[in-house]
């Protein structure tokens, strides 16, 4: 059973380009959702899904797309990255509302 | 819109020792989910205990405890014998049990947890 599994682990990106963070999750959770961590921010919200088909956006949506095409995989892209999109980005999924998240291992990103 | 507060950024404590974590809540909501997590260096963000609001019993998991006084929107975290594992960052969460961004996780900003062997 693995879990979130997100990839990549690290990036780094030039200003100006795109990218995909890969999120996949093998426990048939419907609830999965995208987070940014930056220092003394705590984890914030990019956009989240409540099941396939079906997206929305979070506290910090700018710059940032997702598709949930199948319930396994929930893909975050960075449109043109910005330095302001320097973080560590958490892919989480839940069963429902009463459990807390499983969160993947994070990947983090540097833009320069 | 809910909030989570953590009002203090680090604490220490002692290996053995008990320490406890404060965090507030802000919502209207009479039914609700909170949560702490833990984020040792390693990044990985691990559910440590979590309590439904319906319930008046205090959640357990081993050496954690929380103290939920839902009148007082708090939710501590209590960590008894302390070990040198339980360093880490802690966040406290919050999650509504309806629909829309609030039916995700809410976090604090988390507070520093150094343990002193």
């Known amino acids: 059973n693995a879990g979130v599994t997100q990839t990549p682990k690290f990036q780094v990106l030039k200003t100006g380009q795109s990218m995909t963070l890969q999120c996949a999750q093998d426990m048939n959770h419907e609830y999965m959702s995208w987070y940014r961590q930056d220092p003394g921010m705590g984890l914030r919200l990019i956009h989240y899904?409540?099941?396939?088909?079906?997206?929305d956006q979070g506290e910090v949506p700018n710059g940032y797309n997702v598709s949930r095409s199948t319930t396994e995989d929930f893909p975050l892209r960075l449109l043109s990255a910005a330095p302001s999109q320097t973080s560590v980005y958490f892919c989480a999924s839940s069963q429902t509302r009463v459990y807390g998240y499983t969160f993947g291992s994070g990947t983090r990103l540097t833009v320069v | 819109a809910q909030t989570v507060t953590q009002s203090q950024p680090e604490m220490s404590v002692q290996e053995a020792e008990t320490v406890t974590l404060s965090c507030t809540y802000d919502?209207?909501?009479?039914?609700?989910?909170l949560f702490w997590y833990k984020q040792p260096p390693s990044r990985q963000m691990i559910l440590v205990i979590r309590?439904?609001?319906?319930?008046?019993q205090n959640a357990t998991e081993n050496r954690f405890s929380v103290n939920f006084q839902k009148a007082a929107k708090s939710f501590s975290l209590k960590i008894s014998d302390s070990q040198l594992g339980d360093a880490a960052m802690y966040f406290c969460?919050?999650?509504?049990?309806?629909?829309?961004?609030?039916?995700?996780?809410?976090f604090g900003k988390g507070t520093k947890l150094s343990v002193k062997p």
């Open positions: 309590q439904e609001a319906y319930k008046q």
């Open positions: 899904s409540v099941g396939a088909g079906i997206t």
């Open positions: 919502t209207s909501e009479s039914d609700y989910y």
């Open positions: 969460a919050y999650r509504s049990p309806y629909g829309g961004s609030q039916g995700n996780l809410i």
